[in-house]
């Protein structure tokens, strides 16, 4: 069994622990394991939070995948985290990146070092009501992941092709907006506009009169099916998150649930989509307010 002396705890100053003797309970999750990630809940005192509460889930439902069927981790939340003192030296502790976290769980992957998620302990995260500050935070974040991705880029297509289930469920799990958001790249409006051109081209100098109900029979079509299939993907992720919720004991709301997959997810997607194009095209562009 591990001691106390043997394992490093790790908690950012807005963390708050509840559990009587979460150090005990810590060190005893760590007996099979060199890292383990704690359960993080969100104190849901904002409309903000409570939405944050989802992007906190699909976080912790993903490490709880990485546990359970790889042993292994790309990536965990800092903000509360434990760690063998035996492996930490392993590491050299934090590289100097901009989200040390991940690049020491990359490490940690490279490594084979084991990775447990400590269902039995959890920990209270206090999040900023300001969407000014979640956009700063999360512009940060995803430099971060940014400059990450292009530097191990290679080892993650390994990864993939080693574990594609796992890894593609948990980037799915992560951003349950990209099917959508990937499905009206490949299918634009534009495409539902040729074909009303192209009926409008063959009955021109004919019947004009069936023109009005034609087009609006084209783009009412066009609407109807992207609706239907928008209610769909809804209705799946919201029985998936539901479910996830149940497992790891957050709070579930559909209303908001639907808030953050229609809006805050989406834009957090696009955020992350815009630094990794920055990163791509103009190298060293960071200018960030942080301390690296």
């Known amino acids: 069994a591990e001691t106390p002396c043997d394992v490093i705890i790790f ?39 409570r939405i944050v509460n989802y992007d906190y889930l699909s976080a912790n439902f993903t490490n709880l995948l ?45 490594a084979g070092l084991r990775f447990g998620y400590a269902e039995a302990t959890e920990v209270y995260n206090k999040v900023s009501p300001s969407w000014r500050v979640w956009v700063k935070q999360r512009r940060r974040w995803a430099a971060g992941q940014a400059h990450w991705l292009t530097h191990n880029y290679r080892m993650l297509l390994g990864s993939i092709i080693d574990h594609p289930k796992i890894l593609i469920t948990a980037l799915l799990i992560i951003f349950p907006s990209l099917p959508m958001f990937a499905a009206t790249l490949a299918f634009p409006d534009t495409l539902y506009v040729n074909v009303v051109s192209f009926a409008l081209l063959m009955l021109a100098g004919k019947q004009l009169l069936f023109l009005p109900p034609l087009v609006a029979m084209l783009t009412g079509v066009a609407a109807l099916k992207a609706f239907t299939a928008l209610i769909l993907v809804i209705a799946i992720f919201s029985v998936v998150f539901y479910y996830f919720a149940k ?21 957090w ?24």
């Open 11 to 49: 908690l950012d100053s807005d963390i708050e622990v509840r559990q009587e003797g979460f150090i005990g309970r810590v060190v005893e999750e760590m007996d099979d394991f060199d890292l383990i990630e704690i359960k993080k809940k969100i104190i849901r005192d904002s409309f903000m939070a």
């Open 247 to 267: 497992r790891l004991g957050y709070a579930f709301s559909l209303p908001e649930f639907i808030f953050f997959f229609l809006i805050y997810n989406p834009l």
């Open 66 to 110: 990485f546990s359970k069927y790889l042993g292994r981790c790309l990536g965990f939340n800092g903000s509360a985290f434990a760690i063998k003192r035996e492996a930490w030296g392993t590491l050299n502790g934090f590289g100097k990146e901009i989200c040390e976290d991940l690049d020491m769980a990359t490490r940690t992957y490279i």
């Open 269 to 292: 997607l696009t955020i992350s989509i815009a630094s990794l194009l920055r990163e791509l095209l103009w190298k060293n562009h960071l200018n960030l307010d942080w301390k690296i």
